[in-house]
């Protein structure tokens, strides 16, 4: 397994270095906060509920805020190791340039298949995520104008966590964290930018318990806009809580 994650990390962290090797254009330049809650609650053999709320900020980690989202999903599961999810996300998308004085919120369903692979020495988790994104249009700086613009997008996110000390996985255990996730637009009207951002994070990962795992490090977003020749690249600190709970019934 640990061979299998290094091809394809080797593989992501190639396709991130030429995406942003080729970005000569105008890139633009922030630091921004990420902070994210999620839960996965199995309520029974086939059955659970997925939760993520996220609030970011917008520059120099404390200015402003850039977006919050609200994202749930009915959860299935083929086995203890592979579920599907289908799902409804919220974003408000706070004031920002072309919008200075209003939110644009975005309404954006979700599908997704979602696999473990855990060991004594490793974790890995990946999932491929399917977004119908729908965000109002915008006037100008102080309107919202009727009528949304839609857009198709696909996600694929590999993360890999490697104990450092001999806890491993168990309550007051330390792990190496490394997650690249790729983005990329579909459809007929993306010119562009069918290629939308590259995440990547390294980190520390906390056991607080059994169930409930912090992360917190750095994440480097690269993201090409719409227009093609103009890039974001986000330096962010990023500090995740993740919580697992089982409410099935135990068997007589």
Same mark, same amino acid.
């Given at each position: 397994m640990n061979?299998?994650?290094?091809?394809?990390?080797?593989?992501?962290?190639?396709?991130?270095?030429?995406?942003?090797?080729?970005?000569?254009?105008?890139?633009?330049?922030?630091?921004?906060?990420?902070?994210? *809650?999620?839960?996965?609650?199995?309520?029974?053999?086939?059955?659970?509920?997925?939760?993520?709320?996220?609030?970011? !900020?917008?520059?120099?980690?404390?200015?402003?805020?850039?977006?919050?989202?609200?994202?749930?999903?009915?959860? *299935?599961?083929?086995?203890?190791?592979?579920?599907? !999810?289908?799902? *409804?996300?919220?974003?408000?998308?706070?004031?920002?340039?072309?919008?200075?004085?209003?939110?644009?919120?975005?309404?954006?369903?979700?599908?997704?298949?979602?696999?473990?692979?855990?060991?004594?020495?490793?974790?890995?988790?990946?999932?491929?995520?399917?977004?119908?994104?729908?965000?109002?249009?915008?006037?100008?700086?102080?309107?919202?104008?009727?009528?949304? #613009?839609?857009? #198709?997008?696909?996600?694929?996110?590999?993360?890999?966590?490697?104990?450092?000390?001999?806890?491993?996985?168990?309550?007051?255990?330390?792990?190496?964290?490394?997650?690249?996730?790729?983005?990329?637009?579909l459809g007929?009207?993306?010119?562009?930018?069918? %290629?939308d951002q590259?995440?990547?994070?390294?980190?520390?990962?906390?056991?607080?318990?059994?169930?409930?795992?912090?992360?917190?490090? *750095?994440?480097?977003?690269?993201?090409?806009?719409?227009?093609?020749?103009?890039?974001?690249?986000?330096?962010?600190?990023?500090? %995740?809580? %993740?919580?697992?709970?089982?409410?099935?019934?135990?068997?007589?």
């Amino acid at each position: 397994m640990n061979k299998a994650f290094s091809i394809i990390l080797s593989i992501l962290l190639m396709l991130s270095a030429r995406i942003q090797a080729q970005a000569v254009k105008e890139v633009n330049e922030s630091t921004q906060l990420w902070t994210a *809650y999620f839960t996965q609650t199995r309520f029974s053999n086939q059955w659970g509920l997925w939760t993520d709320l996220h609030l970011r !900020t917008k520059e120099n980690l404390v200015n402003d805020l850039s977006s919050g989202i609200v994202r749930v999903g009915l959860m *299935y599961y083929l086995n203890d190791h592979t579920k599907l !999810t289908a799902g *409804y996300a919220f974003i408000n998308h706070f004031p920002s340039e072309g919008h200075a004085s209003i939110s644009q919120p975005e309404h954006r369903p979700w599908q997704q298949i979602q696999w473990h692979t855990n060991g004594p020495k490793s974790r890995l988790t990946q999932w491929i995520r399917l977004e119908e994104r729908s965000r109002r249009r915008i006037r100008n700086d102080r309107e919202l104008a009727e009528g949304y #613009t839609y857009g #198709t997008r696909v996600r694929y996110n590999l993360l890999a966590a490697f104990p450092l000390g001999p806890r491993a996985f168990t309550p007051g255990g330390l792990s190496l964290v490394l997650n690249d996730e790729i983005h990329l637009n579909l459809g007929r009207k993306v010119v562009y930018n069918h %290629f939308d951002q590259n995440r990547f994070f390294a980190g520390l990962g906390y056991q607080l318990g059994r169930h409930t795992t912090l992360q917190a490090g *750095y994440m480097n977003v690269f993201q090409q806009l719409a227009a093609g020749n103009r890039y974001r690249n986000l330096h962010t600190a990023r500090l %995740f809580l %993740f919580q697992t709970f089982d409410v099935r019934k135990p068997k007589a």
